[in-house]
C-alpha cells in the first residue's frame, strides 16, 4: 500500500512542479511536455510497482494535480490530453496507436491540430477499453476521462443545441438565464470533480473493506483452530486458463492441497481446467455462477446462482461441491437459507492476500507472512477483476504463491484443504 501512496504523492507534485517551469510556461502548446509527463509517470509506475492498478494510481494523482491544483497560469485542456495521451501509451499501447491514426486522419481532412481530435477520441474511449478486453480499472480509469472532458466542452454541447433548436429559440431559452454562466460552468466543473475524487476513493476502500472481510460470524466458518499450525489456501474467480494452471503446477510442486472456489460461467467456458484441478486432488467450491452480489436479491436470484453454478461445477468435474462462498463475501439471510437448505456449508476467509489490489507479489507474500496465524484462511484469486468476473491481472497471485507457501513452511505451517481443517475444528459441515 506504501508504494501505492507514494506514487500518488510523487506524481501530484510532478504534475504541479512541471507547470512552474519557465519552459513549460513559454510554449504556444503545452500538449508534448504534458505528453512527456504523462508517459514519464506512468513508466515510474511500471518501475515501482508494475501492475494495471499502479499505472491507474499514478495517473489518478496527476490527473488530480492538474484538475485540482492552481497552476501559476489558466488550466488548458492541452493538458488533459496530452497527461492522458502518455498515460495510453504505456496503459494501452494499441489504444494509443489508434489515438495517433484518429489523430492524422482527422488531421489530413482538416489541416489543422484541432481539440476535436481528442475530444472525440475520449469521448469513446470507455467504449475502445471495453470492445478490447482492457481491465476493469482501465475502463473505470477511461470512463474518468470521459466526463472530465465532457465537463470541459460543455459550451461546445451548447453550441450543438442552438444549432438543433435554432437562434430564435435559443435566444428565447438564452433570455431566461438558461443557459450556463461561466461561474455557473466553473462551480459545475468543480462539484463534478470533486464527486469523481470521493467516488473513486469511497471504490477503493470500499472493496478494500470487503476483501478484508467482516467480524467473525457464528453461522458460518471463517477460520480454523488457533491450537494447530494449519492454514488453508483458497481461490476464487477461477478457473481461468492463463493462471490456474501455474498455480496448480506451483501446487503440485510444493506438495500442497487448496480450495479453489469456481465460477460456473467460468468452468463451462474451461471445464478441462476444473477437471485438473479435481483430478490434481483439490477441493472445489461453489461461487455462484455469475459472480453477481447476492447481498439483497431476491429468493429467486439467489437459488438460481448457487444451483446453476452447482450444475456446472457437477457436468465438468463429476463432484458436488458441499462448500458455498458468497461473491466479495457479501450475504445475507436468504442467503444463508439457501445455502443451508441444499447441504452447503458457508465458507469466508480471515486473511486477505489483497491480490485484487495488483500488488507486487513481494508485497503479497510480506503481509501475509507478518499476519498469519494458526488457523487462518487465506484468500487469493486465479481470476476475477475490479468489477466483471473475470479479466484482471493475476501474475502477482502466481509470482508470489511459491515464496508464500515456502515461507509458511518455515514458520511451521502445515497446508490443509477447508474440509480438513473442519474436522480439525470438530465440525461436520454444513455448521
Not at 499514478?58 to 485542456?77: I, S
Not at 466526463?147 to 443545441?161: H, P, S, T
Not at 494449519?230 to 481461468?240: K, R, S
Amino acid at each position: 500500500m506504501k508504494h501505492f501512496f507514494l506514487l500518488i504523492f510523487f506524481s501530484f507534485w510532478g504534475g504541479v512542479l512541471v507547470a512552474y517551469l519557465p519552459l513549460y510556461k513559454r510554449l504556444t502548446r503545452y500538449f508534448f511536455v504534458d505528453f512527456l509527463k504523462g508517459a514519464i509517470i506512468s513508466l515510474s509506475a511500471l518501475f515501482l510497482v508494475g501492475t494495471p492498478m499502479s499505472l491507474i494510481v499514478a495517473a489518478f494523482g496527476l490527473l488530480a494535480g492538474n484538475l485540482l491544483f492552481p497552476f501559476p497560469r489558466e488550466r488548458r485542456k492541452e493538458t488533459i490530453y496530452g497527461t492522458v495521451s502518455g498515460v495510453l501509451l504505456f496503459m494501452a499501447p494499441d489504444l494509443f496507436l489508434l489515438l495517433c491514426i484518429w489523430g492524422f486522419s482527422l488531421y489530413l481532412l482538416q489541416r489543422r491540430f484541432v481539440d476535436e481530435i481528442f475530444v472525440s477520441y475520449f469521448l469513446v474511449l470507455p467504449l475502445l477499453m471495453y470492445l478490447s478486453g482492457k481491465s476493469d480499472v482501465y475502463i473505470l480509469f477511461s470512463s474518468l476521462v470521459f466526463l472530465i472532458v465532457f465537463i470541459d466542452n460543455l459550451e461546445k454541447l451548447e453550441d450543438g443545441i442552438e444549432q438543433m433548436l435554432g437562434k430564435a429559440r435559443w435566444k428565447f431559452f438564452h433570455n431566461r438565464e438558461i443557459k450556463l454562466s461561466f461561474s455557473r460552468k466553473k462551480i459545475l466543473r468543480q462539484i463534478g470533480y470533486s464527486s469523481l475524487v470521493l467516488l473513486l476513493v469511497l471504490a477503493f476502500f470500499l472493496n478494500r473493506y470487503v476483501y478484508r472481510g467482516f467480524g467473525m460470524q457464528v453461522e458460518l466458518f471463517r477460520k480454523g483452530p488457533e491450537e494447530i499450525k494449519v492454514v488453508a489456501l483458497t481461490f476464487d474467480d477461477g478457473p481461468d486458463p492463463r493462471f490456474t494452471p501455474y498455480i496448480l503446477d506451483i501446487l503440485n510442486e510444493q506438495e500442497v492441497k487448496a480450495t479453489f472456489f469456481m465460477v460456473g460461467k467460468h468452468v463451462e467456458r474451461y471445464p478441462h481446467i476444473a477437471r485438473q484441478v479435481a483430478e490434481a486432488g483439490h477441493e472445489i467450491g461453489n461461487h455462484t455462477y455469475n459472480h453477481h452480489n447476492l447481498l439483497q436479491a431476491n429468493s429467486r436470484r439467489v437459488s438460481t446462482e448457487i444451483s446453476r453454478g452447482e450444475e456446472a461445477i457437477i457436468s465438468a468435474t463429476g463432484m458436488r461441491p458441499s462448500l458455498f462462498r458468497p461473491p466479495r463475501g457479501l450475504y445475507d439471510a436468504r442467503v444463508m437459507d439457501e445455502a443451508r437448505d441444499r447441504g452447503y456449508t458457508v465458507v469466508l476467509w480471515s486473511l486477505s492476500s489483497r491480490d485484487w489490489l495488483e500488488l507486487r507479489q513481494v508485497d503479497i507474500t510480506r503481509g501475509i507472512l507478518q499476519n498469519v496465524s494458526n488457523g487462518e484462511i487465506i484468500l487469493f484469486h486465479d481470476s476475477g477483476n475490479l468489477l466483471r468476473a473475470e479479466g484482471g491481472e493475476r501474475l502477482s497471485t502466481v509470482l508470489s504463491l511459491r515464496p508464500t507457501i515456502e515461507g509458511l513452511k518455515e514458520q511451521g505451517y502445515f497446508f490443509v484443504t477447508i474440509t480438513e481443517l473442519m474436522i480439525l475444528s470438530g465440525i461436520s459441515g454444513n455448521i
